[in-house]
């Protein structure tokens, strides 16, 4: 491949990690109604445990993405949007940075305040209690969980539609960048 065209896209660490996170969130939503389903929205079974997990490798990839992010090449678009195309963009990938932040330690704290653990599969290994039991926090971050979840399909798909617009109706590199 032609430099030209290797330093128009993002690091392959961030394209990955980019990547991996939406594959990581869609098993997070998956997983949670299929918990749902089989457990009358218990938290013990394994879709739920299968939940967990997604939640905390979105966490892992978020740091990696944002090391790559701040070290790697920012190709621009081309050409170039408008002003109030960047705004937009810009408020959107920020939304979608502090959710990809918050929601996993929200769920943790969900869990830590119904008074479990996180608990890693296979090793068996429980990750320490960030806050101790209490019922009335435990019912506020449950909710606060829950309604970030629905708003962030919303966001999501804000984001997914913006990408093909960029790509199929203004025709330029923006989704190129990230593939
Ligand atoms: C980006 C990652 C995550 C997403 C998108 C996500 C999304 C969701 C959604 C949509 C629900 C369903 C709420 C409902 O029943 O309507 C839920 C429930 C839940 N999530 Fe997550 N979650 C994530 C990460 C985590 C993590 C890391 C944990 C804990 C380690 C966690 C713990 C829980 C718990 C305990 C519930 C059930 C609450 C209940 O009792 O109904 N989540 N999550
Ligand atoms: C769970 C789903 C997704 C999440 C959480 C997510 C999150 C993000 C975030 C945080 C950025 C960072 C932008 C920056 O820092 O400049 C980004 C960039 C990008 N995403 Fe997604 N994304 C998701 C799904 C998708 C899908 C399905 C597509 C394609 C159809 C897509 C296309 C892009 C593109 C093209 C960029 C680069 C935008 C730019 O540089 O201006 N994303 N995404």
Do not use: E, R
């Given at each position: 491949m032609h430099a030209a065209a290797r330093n128009s896209r993002y690091s392959a660490t961030v394209r990955w990690a980019h990547w991996l996170t939406v594959l990581a969130v869609a098993a997070a939503y998956l997983l949670v109604e299929l918990g749902d389903d089989d457990e009358?929205?218990?938290?013990?079974?394994s879709a739920m445990q299968g939940h967990y997990l997604a939640g905390l490798v979105v966490l892992g990839l978020l740091l990696v993405r944002v090391i790559g992010m701040a070290i790697g090449p920012r190709p621009p678009i081309v050409p170039a949007p408008g002003h109030l195309s960047v705004l937009v963009a810009r408020v959107t990938h920020l939304a979608l940075y502090l959710f990809l932040l918050a929601q996993p330690i929200i769920g943790i704290l969900s869990v830590n305040y119904a008074g479990e653990t996180v608990t890693l599969p296979w090793s068996g290994t429980a990750l320490p209690a960030l806050v101790h039991a209490d019922p009335g926090a435990r019912e506020f971050v449950e909710e606060l969980h829950e309604s970030l979840g629905e708003i962030f399909y919303w966001v999501i798909g804000l984001h997914v539609v913006a990408a093909l617009w960029h790509h199929?109706?203004?025709?330029?590199n923006t989704l190129r960048r990230m593939l």
């Open positions: 009358h929205g218990g938290t013990a079974g199929f109706v203004k025709g330029d």
